[in-house]
């Protein structure tokens, strides 16, 4: 079985990734099969605490898995609910929401790395020794743990960002809002972004029709 512990330890080199330059549809997970892969990382360990924080921020905020790597301790600020992007896409900063039942998740993984005695001069998810996460690892860990949750989807970090922004067109949040929350500078970007994985208005449209059999 894919041990999360040894992969942490060796801190697998960045590699270039076997899809690079390829597209791939963007594939939605259900809220069900997001619990399904953080349940898969174990609470009675410090990497599974982290792990199952960094799948919570990915999928309650929609970063960027490079823009979660780069955080740390400091930018979040669970008194108000926000996380602080200092150098996201183009090296732009912003200011995201993250929502309570998440801080919570973060806190089980920030309170081992008390006791672990990793301070805050450590990325927010880091390894046991306070050093740095690789990309490699956390593209590496996603596809091992979908399918040990038996998701039939294809599950990568990014389609997280795809979840989170779904979920929130489904929820009514206004478009400008989901624009500065993903970090898009136009918001005919979002548009088009949401327009490809969350054609709400087909959906609510087709879901008004009545048939029975």
Same mark, same amino acid.
């Given at each position: 079985?894919?041990?999360?512990?040894?992969?942490?330890?060796?801190?697998?080199?960045?590699?270039?990734?076997?899809?690079?330059?390829?597209?791939?549809?963007?594939?939605? /997970?259900? !809220?069900?099969?997001?619990? =399904?892969? #953080?349940?898969?990382?174990?609470?009675?360990?410090?990497? $599974?605490? +982290?792990? &199952?924080?960094?799948?919570?921020?990915?999928?309650?905020?929609?970063?960027?898995c490079?823009?979660?790597?780069? /955080?740390? !301790?400091?930018?979040?600020? =669970?008194? #108000?609910g926000?996380?602080?992007?200092?150098?996201?896409k $183009?090296? +732009?900063? &912003?200011?995201?929401?993250?929502?309570?039942?998440?801080?919570?998740?973060l806190?089980?993984?920030?309170?081992?790395?008390?006791?672990?005695?990793?301070?805050?001069?450590?990325?927010l998810?880091?390894?046991?020794?306070?050093?740095?996460?690789?990309?490699?690892?956390?593209?590496?860990?996603?596809?091992?743990?979908?399918?040990?949750?038996g998701?039939?989807?294809?599950?990568h970090?990014h389609?997280?960002r795809?979840?989170?922004?779904?979920?929130?067109?489904?929820?009514?949040?206004e478009?400008?809002?989901?624009?500065r929350?993903?970090?898009?500078?136009?918001?005919?970007?979002?548009?088009?972004?949401?327009?490809?994985?969350?054609?709400?208005?087909?959906?609510?449209?087709?879901?008004?029709?009545?048939?029975?059999?």
């Open positions: 079985m894919y041990s999360q512990e040894k992969a942490v330890e060796q801190n697998l080199p960045d590699r270039v990734p076997a899809n690079k330059g390829k597209r791939y549809p963007a594939e939605i /997970l259900t !809220p069900d099969e997001v619990r =399904a892969l #953080i349940h898969r990382c174990p609470t009675d360990t410090p990497v $599974g605490l +982290r792990n &199952r924080a960094l799948i919570t921020l990915l999928y309650r905020t929609g970063l960027r490079s823009e979660a790597l780069h /955080l740390m !301790p400091k930018d979040i600020d =669970a008194s #108000i926000s996380v602080t992007v200092l150098r996201g $183009g090296g +732009r900063r &912003r200011t995201v929401g993250i929502d309570p039942g998440a801080i919570d998740v806190d089980d993984w920030t309170e081992r790395r008390r006791e672990l005695g990793i301070d805050g001069s450590s990325p998810f880091c390894s046991l020794s306070g050093g740095v996460l690789s990309g490699s690892y956390v593209r590496t860990l996603f596809p091992v743990l979908g399918r040990q949750a998701i039939e989807k294809r599950v970090p389609g997280l795809h979840t989170h922004a779904f979920e929130l067109l489904m929820e009514g949040i478009i400008p809002v989901i624009q929350q993903l970090g898009h500078l136009s918001l005919q970007t979002t548009d088009t972004y949401l327009s490809h994985i969350a054609p709400r208005d087909v959906i609510r449209r087709i879901n008004e029709r009545t048939w029975s059999l």
